[in-house]
Structures are given as structure tokens and as C-alpha cells.
């Protein structure tokens, strides 16, 4: 029987795993709290999927070329050396039927998470609402289900003893572009089981994933721990007046040679996840300080519905 994965939250990173564990194979359901939920997460079924197979279709153009080995949707495609123009189509007719069998939204929570092999946690990065759902969830889950949560910034220790089953209970998290940045990092807290562990790290690596192995606790993981440093450096320059956006971006493009700057990479992330965040710092409180400032400024963009990519308009006009 094909193994049943549960999302609950469809947002941004919520609908890239559905999706993700869709095309792998998975019998996918998206579990959301109210019908206006709904036609918020459907739009973005429909443009994730779109965008994974269009950059499934791009990947014959650079099969065999040497960019190619860095393009490639890494999380799609698992054997990019011998692949072909045929061996991807078969993917993307794999991918289409997937994400129109295999993909179920349902609001009753009991019901979502029947029979659930994993459920995955991908909800605001808001503890109260986490803790909500946790507390809702954990006399519906069968036995032997494994919770995990995707949240970036909050330890799953803060969590355990909500969700009924600690030692079936650690994080997974992903990158945004899960398609392409196939990262996955697996982290327990104190009282996860090895087991559990063990096949939270070997699911990962069922879905295309990379699984990165973390030996304990750490807020903001690995990748964290080195990014929101980088993106609040560049926020406190903006909200400083030093410098605006694009020169700020430009100069880490053109110094490092990466293909994005911190303001474009917000606008992938989202305007309110990076402002959840900044608002979570004490000093966001206090009236005169960067933090204050910077939060300031993300709401004033968020207000006007400038939340990034998804939008069309973040830092960054994507309607042109
Ligand atoms: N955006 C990123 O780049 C990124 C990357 C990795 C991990 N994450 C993590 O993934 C999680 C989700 O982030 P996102 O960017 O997808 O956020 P999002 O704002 O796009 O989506 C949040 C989802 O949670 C739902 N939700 C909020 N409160 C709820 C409640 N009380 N009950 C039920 N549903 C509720 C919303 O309806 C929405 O579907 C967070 O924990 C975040 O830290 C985000």
C-alpha cells in the first residue's frame, strides 16, 4: 500500500512538500484549517507544480552541458548523469499523473491523518498556533505515526510534550525551492528516539532530499544559523539608510559570485516569515532600535501586499 503523508498547513513551504512528496510517490494530504484556506493553497499547488515541471522540461536544454550539473532540479531528477530528453519526459508525465492522483485537501483533521505513515508540521512560525494544532492532533494520530515539524526558528523541544509522542517527534526542515535546494535537515530534540531518527532521515532521502544530520539541537539548524544572520545584516543596512536594496544585493552578487543577493532571497522566502521573525527579537519591541526600524519597514511592504515572489511584488517587481 502506498505510504499516506500528511501536510498540515498549505503555505509556502506546506505546499512544496505536499508536492514534493507527491511526485515521489506518496499518497499526499493537505490538512487546512477553513475553506478560505483552501482557495489560498490551491493557487499554490497549481504554481508549484507548474514551476517544477517547467523546470523539469528546462532540464533536457542543459543535459550533457557543463552548467547543467548545477541547474538540474536536484530534488527531481535523482540520476542527472544518464539522464535523457526521454528519461526526463517520462518524469514529467510521472510528475502530472502524481500531482493529479496523489494530491487530497481535507479540513477534517481526524480524517487527514488517518493511516498517516508522517505527518509534517508546516504551519505559521507562531508557537501558540503550533501548539493549537499539536494539542488538536495528538489524540487523532495513529500509534505508530511520526511527527515532524519544518519550523526554521523554533526548537522541537518546545513542542514535544504538546504533541502526545516525543520520542516519534523531531524536525525536518526544508529549503524554499525544496525542487531544486534539496536540503533536508534532521534534528531531535532530547527525547526523540533513535529510531524515529533513523526513519525521518531515511524518508528524507526517499523524496529527493539530502538529509543533513544534526547531533543535537540548535536554533535556526545549519543553515539557519548562517542565513538570518546574513539577511539581518542586510535588512539593518537598508533600515540604517546606508544603502537601498538592488546596491546591496549587487554588491554580495558581484563580491561572492552568488546568483542572489539577501533582498532577493526575502522575496523567495516571503515578507512575513522574514518579519515573524524580526518581530520575535526583544529589541523588535523597543521604540528608537534597528530591529524597531526594520520591522517598521517589512509591515509598511506587507500592508501593501508586497510579500515577495508569491505576490508578484516584494523588494523586487515580478509583474515586468
Ligand atoms: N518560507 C520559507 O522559506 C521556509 C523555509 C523553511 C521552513 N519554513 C517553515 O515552514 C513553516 C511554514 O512557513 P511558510 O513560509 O510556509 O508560511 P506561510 O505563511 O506561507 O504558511 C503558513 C500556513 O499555516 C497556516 N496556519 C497558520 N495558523 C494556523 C492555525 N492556527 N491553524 C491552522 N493553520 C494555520 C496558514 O493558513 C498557512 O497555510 C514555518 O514553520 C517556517 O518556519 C519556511
Known amino acids: 500500500m502506498t505510504k499516506k503523508v500528511v501536510i498540515l498547513g498549505g503555505g509556502v513551504l506546506g ?7 507527491a511526485y515521489h510517490g506518496y499518497d499526499t494530504t493537505f490538512w487546512l484549517r477553513s475553506e478560505s484556506s483552501v482557495g489560498r493553497t490551491e493557487p499554490k499547488i497549481k504554481r508549484y ?35 535523457t530528453a526521454e528519461s526526463i519526459d517520462a518524469l514529467i508525465a510521472q510528475a502530472k499523473e502524481n500531482f493529479a492522483e496523489k494530491i487530497h485537501i481535507e479540513l477534517d483533521m481526524a480524517k487527514a ?9 508546516s504551519m505559521s512560525e507562531n508557537p501558540e498556533a503550533k501548539i493549537g494544532v499539536y494539542t488538536a492532533v495528538k489524540d487523532l494520530l495513529d500509534p505508530e505515526t511520526i511527527l515532524c515539524t519544518n519550523s526554521s526558528t523554533l526548537l522541537p523541544s518546545m513542542f514535544a510534550e504538546y504533541t502526545g509522542r516525543p520520542e516519534k517527534y523531531c524536525a525536518l526542515h526544508f529549503a524554499n525551492t525544496i525542487w531544486k535546494n534539496n536540503t533536508a535537515e534532521v534534528m531531535g530534540h532530547p527525547g526523540t528516539s533513535e529510531e524515529t531518527y533513523n526513519e525521518v532521515v531515511r524518508f528524507a532521502g526517499t523524496i529527493g532530499m539530502v538529509p543533513l544530520q544534526l ?8 543553515l539557519n544559523s548562517m542565513l538570518v544572520p546574513f539577511l539581518s ?8 539608510g546606508v544603502a537601498d536594496p538592488e546596491t546591496i544585493d549587487l ?28 518581530q520575535m527579537k526583544p529589541a523588535a519591541q523597543q521604540e528608537g532600535t534597528i530591529e524597531n526600524k526594520i520591522g517598521k519597514l517589512l509591515k509598511e511592504k506587507i500592508d ?5 515572489v508569491n505576490a508578484g511584488k516584494g523588494f523586487y517587481d515580478y509583474t515586468k
Open 49 to 83: 507544480s507548474e514551476l517544477m515541471i517547467e523546470d523539469l522540461a528546462k532540464t533536457k536544454a542543459v543535459i550533457g552541458t557543463p552548467m547543467g550539473a548545477y541547474v538540474y532540479p536536484r530534488g527531481l531528477v535523482a540520476d542527472f548523469k544518464s539522464a
Open 15 to 21: 505546499t512544496q512538500i505536499g508536492l514534493i512528496c
Open 233 to 240: 545584516a542586510a535588512q539593518g543596512l537598508w533600515a540604517n
Open 304 to 308: 501593501n501586499g508586497e510579500t515577495g
Open 215 to 222: 547531533h543535537k539541537e540548535q536554533p535556526g539548524y545549519i
Open 251 to 278: 554588491t554580495w552578487q558581484l563580491a561572492t559570485g552568488a546568483p542572489a543577493g539577501p533582498f532577493k532571497i526575502l522575496d523567495i522566502v516571503g515578507l512575513e516569515t522574514a518579519y515573524n521573525i524580526n
Open 113 to 121: 491523518v488517518k493511516d498517516a505513515y508522517l505527518v509534517i508540521e
